[in-house]
């Protein structure tokens, strides 16, 4: 992570992941619970292209700055979304250290279907206090496990231009 | 991706982007099954009979079996709480996405609602009569 290549290279997935986190907030949901969670797919791009500290450090940049813009930093909303990322990187992280038997796919829908289950322990322990919001488990897994595949998708695409610029970095 | 000879380059991990895996497909049915047990699991659980709805200000209990429309307030505003045929869900939030709205209706013990930016929780309370444990 240390030349000025791959930092820009970071810098630059970090901000892209910021601008779909915010663009997938204002654009008009008719069903507000189910979020596309689009800034993933920069943190799968940056598995690949810059390992997995490159990952690491997008969804925690990320996070840092959705929360700083959209709703204060220590806000409880905040908190779910340290939640959320938290969750899917445990589940991604050691995924990706497994030696090839997922393709980012099976990384995709663990770490999307992780972000689901986190943030509803989060919610439902610290601010309900019951398991309470585990109804919902049903509705957003199966959102989960349809964004997670999407995402793949998408940073499947995306990867081959940003690995074409990546190998030319110095 | 961490392989045998230990060196982490951008071509091993360039095999991450490929078609899914058998263990893509492995892990899809083992969440589908696990997301769609729980589709049926709660129709097991007990009908609530009251309503805790907490804010900033306190806590409150309402009636879930009596039909009613009550106002809650947080620091945002206030939202409406209706309660209908023995369920319960929140109406004209002022928070600004909504969630909370979407997360009703509730009716059955242990459920709730949430609006994190508004404070507001809506937590579906029942007791197990003892008539219910000895039949």
Not at chain 1, 46 to 70: E, P, Q
Request: with cysteine; net charge positive.
């Amino acid at each position: 992570m240390r030349s000025p290549g791959r930092i820009a290279m970071l810098a630059m997935l970090i901000s892209t992941a910021f601008v779909l986190a915010s663009l997938e907030r204002l654009l008009p949901n008719p069903a507000p619970m189910i979020r596309l969670g689009l800034g993933n797919i920069m943190t799968l791009v940056a598995f690949v292209v810059l390992g997995v500290r490159g990952g690491v450090w997008v969804t925690g940049g990320r996070v840092a700055l959705v929360s700083l813009v959209w709703g204060g930093l220590f806000s409880p909303t905040a908190v779910l979304s340290v939640a959320g990322g938290v969750s899917s990187l445990i589940v991604m992280v050691p995924m990706m250290k497994m030696g090839g038997r997922f393709s980012l796919y099976g990384i995709s829908l663990a770490g999307a279907y992780a972000h689901v289950l986190g943030q509803l322990t989060v919610a439902s322990l610290v601010y309900v206090g019951s398991t309470g919001l585990f109804h919902l488990l049903p509705i957003l897994g199966t959102a989960a496990l349809a964004t997670g595949l999407f995402n793949a998708a998408m940073a499947g695409m995306l990867v081959k231009r940003y690995a074409a610029v990546s190998s030319r970095l110095p | 991706m961490r392989v045998v000879d230990g060196r982490d380059t951008l071509a091993k991990r360039m095999r991450l982007v490929r078609r899914p895996t058998f263990w893509d497909g492995m892990l899809l049915v083992l969440l589908l099954v696990l997301t769609f047990s729980l589709i049926v699991y709660p129709r097991q659980s007990i009908q609530g009979t009251h309503l805790e709805v907490r804010t900033p200000d306190g806590s409150v209990t309402y009636d879930l079996t009596r039909n009613g429309i009550y106002p809650v307030a947080g620091p945002l505003g206030t939202a409406m709480l209706i309660v209908q045929d023995g369920s319960a869900r929140l109406e004209n939030a002022p928070c600004p996405l909504k969630i909370c709205e979407s997360m009703g209706p509730v009716e059955k013990a242990g459920e709730a609602i949430l609006c994190l930016p508004n404070r507001i929780s809506v937590k579906v309370t029942g007791e197990i009569s003892i008539d219910a444990v000895t039949r």
